[in-house]
């Protein structure tokens, strides 16, 4: 193996490293603002005193926990 090809094999691990820390850089940033969102989506509604939706479906419901239809056979 040359100097040469030592170079870019050399390059081209730097530059894996590289995008693999830009990756998490992107992560460290993406999770927190899009909690951040979402809680200050939710402060709001709550401040106009809109309900959440419920959790889950009422006991009568023919809707299944997938939210599928479920019909009696």
Known sequence: ???RE????AG???RLG???GIALMSMA???PGAFAIGEATAMASAARGLSPAPATPPPE???HDLGTIV???
């Open 29 to 31: 940033i993406a999770v």
């Open 1 to 3: 193996m040359g100097f």
């Open 61 to 63: 419901s023919k809707t």
């Open 12 to 14: 081209g691990v730097v």
């Open 6 to 9: 030592t170079v870019a094999c």
């Open 71 to 73: 019909t009696p056979r």
């Open 18 to 20: 590289v995008d693999a």
